[in-house]
């Protein structure tokens, strides 16, 4: 699903430049549930916004689903970003004056998918996430769970190919963290393509397969036995 | 491109910022609504002048004559020139179809009297054509007439405040007043809308003055109402051969000033519609100076709001939002903003104007209003306006980075 070979990232930072990748090998297969891990400074976000065409790389290879992801212009990326990605933020980003369906909505919006069809879907996937009666509710009257289930949700909605998520635990409690774990879990076992950015060994633990950076370079890349969330449920 | 899913966007994006949304389309509001409340004030001011011109006709052309001051044609300067009866023929002859009313004014001074009161007054001895040149309202009575001219009849038409003055609460109508101890007999009371003063006047037969006083045909001054067809050019046009003709006939020298004068109302008014042609032009300026410091406005909060909506605008980048659908979004809702507040200044001048406009009539000033093609201009400008505004701030927009949408500021 996704192939990278050899990804250098560098920034200018006024007269120094900050190598940031240096030279990122990794695939992902279809139906992984990859934890992308390090602590800051070590490229993890850096990796995650070229994963997720929002930052290009100066040299090296991306591959997203057979299609090579190189010198796009703006609206052919908001394109792709459209076709392929789901992303699941840490501070969720739900438009706060948009209800949880609205939300949902959004990205079949930008696929000019017709209102109708938008909405239905949309509730299709509130249900998803157990969250259909809260269909009509602005995030401010839902908890950080339910606003972070509500962008999984919107993330889901646009059917992508992969699926990214920066600390998405980062900003709920420990109970709350399980259960959208289990939600990721659930949505993995469905079969989709799921990448998560983590400092959490035991979000990290939660996944099959833990990548970890350390100053711009795979230190280490290993599957690991799942643990279930829904224990902790 | 005017779906649904953008009005409710721009709906949510209005009624989440009232406040904002208010003082943004206020100062848009506020410049049109003085931009149409200055125009309709230089109307007004047209209206004025045109009424305050309209109690004489406005197509009224005054032949006076002087003392010459060029020696011209064999005759040295300081020839006097002295019009008569015959002139008046003449220009009737010669310009048949140029000449709607023509009299002429022989000016006398005289003191009058009636039983015990006395007063001194302004006599014009004149033709019955004099009534529709100076547009005289006889509300008691009549006008001189043909009769009275061939008559020489010591008639009077007197001004209502001459029968004021000399007749108190007595109807002056047939009664005989004397001027310079002679009788003359009042068939006629008028009123004038220009000026008080003009109704101390008193009218008479010119033939009556003409044999009183020396059994002459001299007049002091003609007075005549042009073809009321006439447009301005056609007016000054006629001026210009009428002026020819009298200097050709009494000699004059083109150039003599003092010789003979025509005053000609079209004058008046070329130039009063030059003046309101360019204070239209300033005014225009003006407002659309305004107009300007509140689309700065818009643009300025458009901008501001886009600072605020970055990493909304960010997360929907991500979504896969494109950069046109961003900018689609930012200009209409500024062009949404600018229209409706534009047209609530509108909606709100013309309001004021159709309530308080007619009401107002003093002096130069009357009845302001704006006509339509104000009103459209103003909307095409505002819509102009909204796009201005919307422009920099929607690129701004454009060019937000969707990575902002992970960064959590």
Sequence with gaps: MIQIKDLHKSYKMGKNSLHVLKGINFNVEEGELVAIMGSSGSGKSTLLNILG?????DSGEYILDNVPIKDLNETKAARYRNKFLGFVFQSFNLINYKSAAENVALPLYYQKVPRKERQEKALK????VGLKEWAGHLPSELSGGQKQRVAIARALAAEPKVLLADEPTGALDSKTSYEVMDLIQKINDAGNTILIVTHEPD??????????????????????????AEQYV | MFD????????HSISNNKLRTFLTGFSVGWGIFILVLLLASVKGMQNGFTLQFSDDATNSIFVRTGTTSLAYGGFEAGRRIQMTNDDIEYIKRSFPNDVEYISPRVYQNTSARYKSE?????????????????????????FINTNDLLNASKVAVIGRKVEEDLFKNEDAIGKFVEFNGLPFRVIGVFTDDGDDNAERNIYAPTSTYQKMYGQTNHIDQIALTYNPNYDLTEALAFSD??????????????????????FNYAEVFEDISNFTGGLDIAVIIVGLLILLSGIVGIGNIMVFIIKERTK?????KALGAEPWSIIKLVLFESVFITALSGFIGLGIATGLLAIVGPNIKTG??????????????ATIILIVAGVLAGLIPAMKAARVKPIVALSDK
């Design chain 2, 312 to 316: 909304e605008i960010g997360v929907r």
């Design chain 1, 203 to 228: 979000i990290a633990d939660m996944c099959k397969r833990i990548v970890h950076l350390k100053d711009g370079v795979i230190i280490e890349d290993k599957k690991i036995e799942q643990v279930r």
């Design chain 1, 125 to 128: 996937y509130l249900e998803q």
């Design chain 2, 118 to 142: 006395t007063g001194s007054y302004n006599i014009q001895a004149v033709y019955p054509d004099h009534q529709a040149i100076e547009k005289t309202i006889v509300n008691k009575g009549r």
């Design chain 2, 4 to 11: 649904r899913d953008i009005w409710q966007e721009i709906y």
């Design chain 2, 241 to 262: 051969r009428l002026e020819n003709v009298f200097r050709r006939r009494f000699k004059i020298a083109p150039k003599d000033q003092s010789g003979i004068r025509i």
């Design chain 2, 364 to 377: 130069a000033f009357a009845n302001p209003s704006v006509s339509m093609s104000i009103v459209v201009t």
């Design chain 1, 53 to 57: 065409m929002l930052d290009s790389s």
